[in-house]
């Protein structure tokens, strides 16, 4: 079985290279084709993953390219982690909002408006492409925002593009050990929602919901991130545990209000650490094993910065040793193809059509809920009602998605002001207008827009 890495480059392919080192199976990737249009960066993490294969038979073969058409012909699957602007751009996103006092994170609100702007017209091109030169492959999208990416690329490809974040597989983790199970992995998690936008409204573990349990024990609520970030009496209120990114909205005013006193943003912290990162593994006098070093040291300090001015926000503290842990997103894409490729049966949190899943939407919305996978691909379960508090944001964030995707398809500058201002976390239709002149000033991507 042959992968296609787009953004071979990126910084986190290493962990998908790990977990496929890990499979011994019949019918395994036997070969991943790395495709960035940064040589530099290519190299890099090339080096990083000939570290990885050291010592280990078998190892699946890697080749580099700058060659779209030559990284898609002939592969079984196809892994889109592009980042369209890269980290330059997500600081600018970044900084333009927190300039008008709105949120600019990569994926949600202002910042997640911006960068979807730049994205589409890409992804669109590379499902085009896929559809002519791989018109067999299965497509799973890690590009952010993910739900928004994989309802563009799903315009043409249909339901062989899947998407996958690790965010919900953490959750259901962070849960399952608070309640002592014994076999987290095994729990069913009843969780509903859009990428970054969902809920855990149970947490099944032989045959019983247990999150009742959870929700009136204050001890077991403070032993997990996300019990800490938003409190057990908000959580409580909620009847549900919040996907972390919902701390964006329900505590706006005190993140926002974090994020701009800090000295440097998110993007620009990630930007500097890694441009070190890829220089010093560019050098032609590494020994062996040291490119994989360097970068297992900026991935750790990566995890353990991850959603700093939150947490200040909240006053919950340095992460504890076990939320650390790689969310696992390489291990559900793996999961993923082992059930797609072989039809070994799997259940998994997916970002796929609606259908009929979620009533308050239509078929083709994307959403992100458990799924039933085999050689056919990811087929939704059937979610009750989300209670109107969760309809709400999800709706008009749903709504905020297609005003993105209309805006990219037309290049209407019009249509890109309304995503801004009919977003919940954008106050003013005014601030949606001068959030895109700054993102227009900033992002040369954006020249489309008319």
């Known amino acids: 079985m042959r992968l296609t890495i787009l953004g071979g480059g990126g910084f986190r392919v290493p962990l998908v290279y790990r977990a496929l080192l890990g499979d011994r199976a019949e019918g395994r990737i036997s070969h991943v084709t790395l495709y960035d249009q940064d040589p530099a960066r290519l190299a890099a993490i090339a080096r990083v993953l000939a570290d990885q294969a050291a010592g280990v038979p078998d190892a699946p073969e890697v080749t580099t390219t700058g060659d779209l058409d030559e990284a898609l012909r ?21 900084r333009v909002a927190l300039a008008e006092g709105v949120l600019g994170q990569e994926t949600v609100g202002a910042g997640g408006i911006a960068y979807g702007l730049r994205t589409v017209p890409v992804a669109r091109e590379i499902a085009r492409r896929i559809a002519r030169t791989a018109p067999d ?36 983790r962070r849960i399952a050990r608070a309640l002592g199970a014994a076999r987290p992995a095994e729990a069913w998690i009843d969780y509903v929602g859009l990428n970054h936008l969902g809920w855990v409204r149970g947490l099944h573990i032989g045959g019983r919901d247990r999150l009742p349990a959870l929700l009136a024990d204050d001890t077991a609520l403070e032993s997990f991130e996300e019990g800490r970030l938003f409190g057990a009496e908000w959580l409580r209120s ?36 890694q441009r070190a990162f890829y220089a010093g593994a560019d050098r032609t006098d590494l020994a062996a094993g040291e490119a994989l070093a360097a970068w297992d040291r900026t991935r750790a300090e990566r ?10 926000a909240a006053g919950a503290g340095e992460r504890e040793a076990d939320d650390l842990e790689s969310g696992g997103y390489e291990q559900v894409a793996l999961a993923l193809m082992r059930a797609i ?12 059509r609606n259908r009929s899943a979620l009533g308050v939407l239509d078929e083709s919305a994307v959403i992100e809920v458990p799924c039933l996978v085999d050689a056919n691909g990811a087929h939704p379960v059937s979610v009750a009602p989300l209670p109107y508090h969760a309809v709400g944001l999800v709706t008009a964030v749903k709504a905020v998605e297609r005003e993105v995707l209309e805006a990219a398809r037309g290049g209407s500058r019009a249509t890109a002001v309304k995503a801004f201002a009919l977003h919940p976390l954008v106050d003013s239709v005014g601030v949606a207008r001068r959030l895109l002149d700054g993102y227009l000033a900033g992002h040369p991507e954006l020249a489309y827009l008319r």
């Open 238 to 273: 909620l009847g549900a545990v919040p996907n972390e990114y919902l701390h964006y909205y329900y505590f706006n005013r005190e993140t926002v209000r974090a994020y701009q006193q800090v000295k440097q943003t998110r993007g620009a912290f990630l930007r500097d650490r």
């Open 74 to 94: 002939g592969t079984d699957f196809v892994f889109s982690a592009i980042r369209v602007g890269g980290l330059d751009g997500r600081a600018t996103d970044e």
């Open 303 to 312: 995890e353990a910065t991850y959603m700093a001015e939150n947490r200040d």
């Open 341 to 352: 490729a072989r039809d070994e049966r799997a259940t998994l949190i997916l970002n796929v």
């Open 137 to 172: 492959a299965w497509v799973i999208n890690f590009t952010n925002p993910a739900g928004l990416v994989t309802e563009a690329m799903q315009e043409t490809l249909g339901d062989r593009v899947i998407g996958i974040c690790d965010s919900p597989v953490g959750l259901g």
